[in-house]
T-cell receptor, first 111, second 110 residues
């Protein structure tokens, strides 16, 4: 059974640009959540989607947005990139919201 | 707001020794607690999930306990091996949101 797939694996952008990250959950999982991981702040929750609806959102500015499609695949968008957005972005999928399974992440570097 | 603390931040032990990793949380109204392992630059691998109604879970050399009333969980790893070297994170789920501890970085010396 395929795991959670995140693309791309690495990304380099410059300040002011925007970026879109993709996450394909495990087949049958309807919940997808996103996290930002940095050495200073650790792992922080961004948002969670279930059946195309955002169920919860963390404390991030409006530049961070997401969506989920009818096939449960999810995308995360960050607009007007800042240096501080450099991080490992992880997505996780779950069948009901209980046990979470993580992808390998997208390492974003903002120059 | 849920606060999750993991102590110690780092641990170094000789191969064969048992590992004890601690996790504490401030709000006992949780749905479950999950332990993860993370290797450098990689995603998280789920180790054990304990539902709020359970007291412990076991998988091979791993055993995790949960005491909701005191806001604590402990992960035991028996007979540690160099391959157990990684960062271990605990996370608690409440209101569809996961709150993570900062992790304990474990080094098992051969």
């Amino acid at each position: 059974k395929a795991g959670v797939t995140q693309t791309p694996r690495y990304l380099i952008k410059t300040r002011g640009q925007q970026v879109t990250l993709s996450c394909s959950p495990i087949s049958g999982h309807r919940s997808v959540s996103w996290y930002q991981q940095t050495p200073g702040q650790g792992l922080q929750f961004l948002f969670e989607y279930f059946s195309e609806t955002q169920r919860n959102k963390g404390n991030f500015p409006g530049r961070f947005s997401g969506r989920q499609f009818s096939n449960s695949r999810s995308e995360m968008n960050v607009s007007t990139l800042e240096l501080g957005d450099s991080a490992l972005y992880l997505c996780a999928s779950s069948f009901t919201g209980d046990e979470l399974f993580f992808g390998s992440g997208t390492q974003l570097s903002v120059l | 707001k849920q606060e999750v603390t993991q102590i110690p931040a780092a641990l170094s032990v000789p191969e064969g020794e048992n590992l004890v990793l601690n996790c504490s949380f401030t709000d006992s109204a949780i749905y479950n607690l999950q332990w993860f392992r993370q290797d450098p630059g990689k995603g998280l691998t789920s180790l054990l999930l304990i539902q709020s109604s359970q007291r412990e879970q076991t998988s091979g050399r791993l055993n995790a306990s949960l005491d909701k009333s005191s806001g604590r969980s402990t992960l035991y790893i028996a007979a540690s091996q160099p391959g157990d070297s990684a960062t271990y994170l605990c996370a608690v789920t409440g209101d569809y949101k996961l709150s993570f501890g900062a992790g304990t970085t474990v080094t098992v010396r051969a």
